[in-house]
């Protein structure tokens, strides 16, 4: 069993964050840590222009409310959201955090993902722990 689990959720629709928290908890030791993290890509210099000015603060409200509500009936979760990308952001989170364990969802990938989405491609090829991928 795991006792520091980290849970990238994404919001996508094709991606089974419960599903992920559900293996996530089953993998958990007692009185283990479970962490929810979001990563909020980088919005290009020339799209910002086009955005309202409260964009990224009011969107990143809207995730912390969201992964906070997915967390709480997990004992001793965390709700975490960071600035990066995906992949690298996800296994360098996890190095610094001392996670032992990332439970990731991926989706049903096309043929430029092969097997895997490039999000849980990163993750596995690069993460320093143990990671399970659910689709």
């Known amino acids: 069993m795991y006792t520091n689990i980290l849970v990238p959720v994404s919001f996508d629709s094709d991606r089974n964050a419960a599903g992920a928290i559900e293996v996530a908890e089953a993998l958990c030791e007692e009185g283990g840590k479970i962490t929810l993290i979001h990563v909020m890509e980088h919005i290009p210099g020339y799209a910002i ?11 990143r409200i809207a995730i912390e409310t969201e992964l906070a509500a997915l967390g709480v009936a997990l004992p001793n979760a965390e709700a975490v959201v960071v600035e990066g990308h995906s992949g690298r952001t996800i296994v360098d989170w996890a190095a610094e955090n001392g996670v032992d364990c990332i439970v990731i969802a991926s989706h049903r990938p096309g043929m430029q993902d092969f097997l895997l ?19």
């Not at 222009?49 to 969107?59: H, L, N, Q, R």
């Open 49 to 59: 222009s086009y955005m309202p000015t409260d964009y990224i603060a009011e969107s």
């Open 117 to 135: 989405g490039s999000t849980a491609t990163a993750v596995v090829r690069h993460a320093r722990c143990a990671v399970h991928v659910l689709r």
